[in-house]
Every structure is written in structure tokens, then in C-alpha cells.
């Protein structure tokens, strides 16, 4: 069973950056594109960005030009760093499967972006 930890969030201010990190343990098998996923209070889960196990990267409109996905195959980690950050960035931010085949959800990485 695959096991997804995330960390890196925190309290930031307007403009700042965060870089979060998704640690996996477990097998990483089949279809191995990993993504990042938000969640604010009040709001559906949405993807903000995925990259293939080959390094190919998408984002959300909302998203793109500020964060950048990347992943450390060695490591079975995936990274998202984050720049400019808006308060409207404010969420909780996990890590999974990019494809609607998740594994166990953790328990995310609070991020907060004040003005």
C-alpha cells in the first residue's frame, strides 16, 4: 500500500514562495502520473498541477507561470514550488495519483497566504 506524506506549507505573505514536498513509501506502479491537488474551505478539490514519469507537466490556468511541479524518481518524492503566492492560494495541498485511480489520501500541507 502506498503511503503519501506531505509537507513544506506554512504561513506566507503575499508574493512570497513555499515549496512543498510529497513523500511516497510503497510501490509507485501502473500509470505513475503524480499530481498536486488544493482544497479551500467551502471548495471542491481541484488540480493545480501533474507531471508524467517522464517529466511532462501541466497546470491549472489559476496556477501556471507561479508553480512548478518536479519529482525525484530516485527519491519517490514530488515537489511544488511556489512563487508569487496570492491569498487566494490558500488551502490545504495534497499529492496523488494525477489520474482519478488515487491512492490513500494524506493528510495534506496547509498553506496560507496572507495579504
Known amino acids: 500500500q502506498v503511503q503519501l506524506v506531505e509537507s513544506g506549507g506554512g504561513l506566507v505573505q503575499a508574493g512570497g514562495s513555499l515549496r512543498l514536498s510529497c513523500a511516497a513509501s510503497g510501490s509507485i506502479f501502473s500509470a505513475n502520473a503524480m499530481g498536486w491537488y488544493r482544497q479551500a474551505p467551502g471548495k471542491q478539490r481541484e488540480l493545480v498541477a501533474a507531471?508524467?514519469?517522464?517529466?511532462?507537466?501541466n497546470y491549472a490556468d489559476s496556477v501556471k507561470g507561479r508553480f512548478t511541479i518536479s519529482r525525484d524518481n530516485a527519491k519517490i518524492t514530488v515537489y511544488l514550488q511556489m512563487n508569487s503566492l496570492k491569498p487566494e492560494d490558500t488551502a490545504v495541498y495534497y499529492c496523488?495519483?494525477?489520474?482519478?485511480?488515487?491512492?490513500?489520501w494524506g493528510q495534506g500541507t496547509q498553506v496560507t497566504v496572507s495579504s
Open positions: 496523488n495519483n494525477a489520474r482519478p485511480i488515487y491512492y490513500k
Open positions: 507531471i508524467t514519469s517522464g517529466g511532462s507537466t
